[in-house]
């Protein structure tokens, strides 16, 4: 009986709210001093590790307090676009952390905490050039972990039979191409095909969850 309005819930502001999200949530959020700490510090260059960008977008606030959560909300990698984000379970996390090799920022901090050495001039560290090399290609290696999660095309779980091959927002360096995932829908199921040898996986509840990022001149209040 009125105009259908679209939803006021960024990914962001979906990802704090829905706990089964946390630990793919904690990923994704980039830690600015271990990026200074290898002598990442332009914000041009930070900008390429960073999941979430301060451009404006919708408040995300905390349903518990009620309070806003002053934070950047919108997806770097984002635009004008219909995307679907397939979130793991907070244990298929935990697994790849603990058992498939998947650093974290926690895991990165202590390597680097490992290789400091005192400055020939007697003040602060350094590092090895080639240790330097390593935790960037740690950093390099969990960010595209949370942006292989992160695709083109918006599908639900619903009474729909199809299938295709779709971008991600991960890119093979060596191709220069986007990785793809595969994805088949059958009635009231999605069933999602990563690259290589992977064993498909389910899509699980929550699901079906639509969120939308958006730039304001002036942010809403």
């Given at each position: 009986?009125?105009?259908?309005?679209?939803?006021?819930?960024?990914v962001?502001?979906?990802?704090?709210?829905?706990?089964?999200?946390?630990?793919?949530?904690?990923?994704?959020?980039?830690?600015?001093?271990?990026?200074?700490?290898?002598?990442?510090?332009?914000?041009?260059?930070?900008?390429r590790?960073?999941?979430?960008?301060?451009?404006g977008?919708?408040?995300?606030?905390?349903?518990?307090?009620?309070?806003?959560?002053?934070?950047?909300?919108?997806?770097?990698?984002?635009?004008?676009?219909r995307?679907?984000?397939?979130?793991?379970?907070?244990?298929a996390?935990?697994?790849?952390?603990?058992?498939?090799?998947?650093?974290?920022?926690?895991?990165?901090?202590?390597?680097?905490?490992?290789?400091?050495?005192?400055?020939?001039?007697?003040?602060?560290?350094?590092?090895?050039?080639?240790?330097?090399?390593?935790?960037?290609?740690?950093?390099?290696?969990?960010?595209?972990?949370?942006?292989?999660h992160?695709?083109?095309?918006?599908?639900?779980?619903d009474?729909?039979?199809?299938?295709?091959?779709?971008?991600?927002?991960?890119?093979d360096?060596?191709e220069?191409?986007?990785?793809?995932?595969?994805?088949?829908?059958?009635n009231?199921?999605?069933?999602?095909?990563?690259?290589?040898?992977?064993?498909?996986?389910?899509?699980?509840?929550?699901?079906?969850?639509?969120?939308?990022?958006?730039?304001?001149?002036?942010?809403p209040?």
């Amino acid at each position: 009986d009125r105009p259908m309005m679209t939803t006021i819930e960024s990914v962001y502001s979906t990802f704090y709210s829905t706990p089964e999200f946390s630990e793919f949530f904690a990923l994704c959020q980039t830690d600015g001093e271990v990026l200074e700490e290898i002598g990442i510090v332009k914000n041009t260059d930070k900008q390429r590790y960073d999941i979430f960008v301060d451009d404006g977008g919708l408040p995300c606030f905390d349903k518990t307090t009620g309070g806003r959560v002053e934070t950047a909300t919108n997806v770097r990698f984002f635009n004008n676009y219909r995307y679907t984000v397939y979130v793991p379970t907070n244990a298929a996390v935990r697994d790849a952390i603990e058992n498939k090799g998947l650093p974290t920022y926690e895991t990165i901090e202590a390597f680097i905490e490992s290789k400091k050495t005192p400055s020939p001039e007697g003040e602060g560290y350094v590092m090895a050039k080639e240790d330097q090399q390593t935790a960037i290609a740690m950093i390099t290696m969990l960010v595209n972990f949370v942006k292989y999660h992160f695709q083109d095309q918006s599908f639900y779980v619903d009474n729909v039979t199809a299938s295709g091959s779709y971008q991600t927002s991960c890119i093979d360096n060596k191709e220069n191409v986007y990785i793809e995932l595969g994805v088949n829908q059958t009635n009231g199921k999605i069933t999602v095909n990563g690259a290589g040898n992977s064993a498909p996986v389910n899509v699980v509840a929550p699901y079906n969850l639509l969120a939308r990022d958006a730039n304001f001149d002036i942010v809403p209040k």
